[in-house]
């Protein structure tokens, strides 16, 4: 269903002219096919919002966009094309002259977005350090985003997890699911998901079981 809205609404923004706000709507698709388990797609949307935005002045659109075909290159476990789209959105971030200076549909975008967007791809790569560090940036930035900061809790839970420092992974696996309370995030509970099945391999530990129990009423009951 959401792709078909974005797909309408990415018919009207080509009628209204708008390519910053068109990029952002293809960018919003790559994100969608990547979580959807078509990375491919994914990356190719990403492209086309390029081609897209590209000359319509605004850096922090193409930024988005770039960091959203890292996320598929990632997902396709391509580190090298994942690194290279990375730097690109931070170049483009960098250009960018502030957000007063851009479309109001991409003013909310900056550095500590990226930093969420960069620990989900290399968590997605295994590369568990800088997953830790871009995660941890991500919930310092975000403490006032409960989803932001539920996904970034997540990750930085896998990324604990990828080290083998299983009480810190559970612990901020715990504090994810608290952030959650009264609040519904897809998204945010995918990433949770995404968490405990890693956990699996340690079901055998008190405190793997006590997080898989307590974390039933949010996420179901673990496969």
């Known amino acids: 269903m959401a792709q078909r809205y974005m797909t309408q609404a990415l018919r009207l923004c080509a009628e209204g002219g708008d390519r910053v706000l068109g990029g952002q709507i293809l960018a919003g698709l790559s994100h969608l096919a990547t979580n959807l388990g078509q990375p491919e797609a994914g990356v190719e949307l990403a492209r086309v919002g390029v081609a897209t935005a590209k000359h319509a002045g605004s850096p922090l659109g193409l930024m988005r966009l770039h960091a959203m075909a890292a996320r598929g ?3 396709l476990d391509q580190p090298r094309e994942t690194s290279k789209s990375l730097r690109t959105a ?5 250009a ?4 007063e200076q851009e479309s109001p549909w991409v003013r909310f975008l900056d550095h500590h977005y990226l930093a969420a967007e960069a620990a989900l791809c290399f968590r ?3 590369n568990a350090t800088d997953a830790e560090h871009a995660a941890a940036e991500s919930v310092r930035a975000n403490a006032d985003r409960r989803r932001r900061q539920a996904i970034s809790r997540s990750v930085l839970a896998t990324a604990y ?7 810190e992974a559970v612990g901020t696996a715990g504090e994810a699911l608290d952030t959650l309370s009264g609040v519904h995030s897809e998204r945010s509970i995918q990433a949770l998901r995404d968490f405990r099945t890693r956990l699996r391999p340690h079901r055998g530990e008190p405190m793997v079981r006590e997080f898989e129990q307590r974390s039933r009423t949010v996420l179901g009951v673990a496969a």
Do not use: F, I, K, M
């Open 124 to 126: 997605d790569l295994g």
């Open 73 to 75: 290159y990632a997902a």
């Open 96 to 99: 960018s002259q502030g957000p």
């Open 90 to 94: 931070e170049a483009q971030l960098a």
């Open 161 to 167: 997890l990828q080290q083998n420092r299983l009480d």
